[in-house]
């Protein structure tokens, strides 16, 4: 069995336990505020954590601003980023009273932490990271010190609220991997501290970008959630097919019809076969009016709510102070404990 499948397996059983026993875990998860959130986020992970979240399981979610700056010069747009990802959590359920969301970089303890657990890693480790790797790859620039060391500092969010539970995606594996290692590092050498946090994985079939590639913002093939219904339908109507009127699904050969034929069927619930027999011979313009409906139907409760939340002047930056104090308390709490383990009190 490979690693992959023996994760799999793990989080399958661990997804059951959760199920039944919701109080015995923390959740802490998060995303980065480089874009607006798309429709592969939310059949991704954020369904996923309102599920938990009202399930009762005790869940904090870090909008991870500094992560922003491990590939880019800039962060002209993360203070409107963040207030986007706050507005869409809203609209998709997550409650604020139950949920604490808070930005990272209003929690100062939360860099406290990243001195001691550098020293619990060894760089050759850090170089070793298969999405380190990819990202600053993909980047096209030199490797940055925060870009080799931000698994560590994503090691610390989980660690200061003692999560012990991490909704992922595949590619966050191997930081989920290492947190593990630096939780148990520290327990070793000092005191125990810390629990070691364990990955859910997500059961929702990956959603695929228009193009039929990964839905990332980087290819300009997302359906972002706070596109208008108009917007949308433009995007979709702008996605390459080709003459043949049969509508079948066939991902390597017909990346576009495919792509279309996945997202109407996550929206509407269906299997891609029977949509794809439905539309027959009615041709990719048939599919594109059905995949545009399907999205748009799915998300006009999204677009409702998250346009009422909106208008509200003081919402978002309310949570956030509200959501940042409580982070503060909790990673502070955890603070104390790791000076007084350490024995650096004074
Ligand atoms: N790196 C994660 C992503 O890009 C976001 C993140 C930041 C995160 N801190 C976290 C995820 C802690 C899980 C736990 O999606």
Do not use: W
């Amino acid at each position: 069995m490979d690693t992959y499948t023996a994760t799999k397996n793990r989080s399958d059983t661990l997804a059951a336990h959760v199920d039944t026993n919701p109080q015995d875990y923390r959740i802490l998860t998060g995303d980065r505020p480089t874009g607006h959130l798309h429709l592969g986020h939310l059949f991704g992970t954020i369904n996923e954590r309102v599920r938990l979240q009202d399930r009762g399981v005790d869940t904090t979610i870090v909008i991870a601003d500094y992560q922003v700056i491990t590939d880019r010069d800039t962060t002209a747009n993360v203070r409107d980023n963040v207030t986007s990802l706050v507005l869409d959590y809203l609209a998709a359920g997550i409650d604020p009273t139950k949920t604490t969301i808070f930005a990272q970089s209003a929690v100062p303890a939360l860099n406290q932490l990243m001195l001691p657990f550098l020293s619990l890693v060894s760089e050759a480790e850090l170089h070793r990271n298969p999405t380190v790797k990819a990202e600053a790859e993909a980047s096209g620039r030199a490797l940055s010190g925060l870009m080799l060391t931000y698994p560590v500092s994503q090691a610390c969010d989980i660690a200061a609220f003692k999560g012990n539970l991490v909704p992922v995606g595949k590619d966050q594996l191997p930081h989920l991997e290492l947190a593990r290692t630096l939780t148990r590092r520290f327990n070793t050498r000092y005191a125990t501290v810390f629990p070691e946090p364990q990955a859910l994985l997500s059961d929702t079939p990956e959603v695929p970008g228009l193009d039929g590639r990964k839905m990332s913002k980087s290819y300009a093939n997302t359906i972002t959630l706070s596109a208008t219904a108009e917007q949308t339908s433009a995007v979709i109507r702008k996605v390459p097919t080709d003459q043949d009127r049969t509508i079948t699904f066939d991902p390597s050969t017909r990346p576009g019809i495919s792509a279309l034929l996945t997202t109407a069927a996550l929206c509407l619930g269906v299997p891609t076969n029977a949509l794809a027999d439905q539309v027959g011979n009615g041709g990719a313009g048939a599919l594109k009016v059905l995949a545009a409906e399907a999205v748009n139907d799915y998300l006009t409760g999204h677009r409702a709510r998250r346009t009422q939340y909106a208008n509200d002047p003081h919402l978002v930056a309310d949570i956030l102070a509200d959501g940042n104090a409580r982070a503060n308390t909790i990673a502070e709490a955890t603070l104390a404990e790791v000076r007084h383990a350490m024995g650096t009190t004074y």
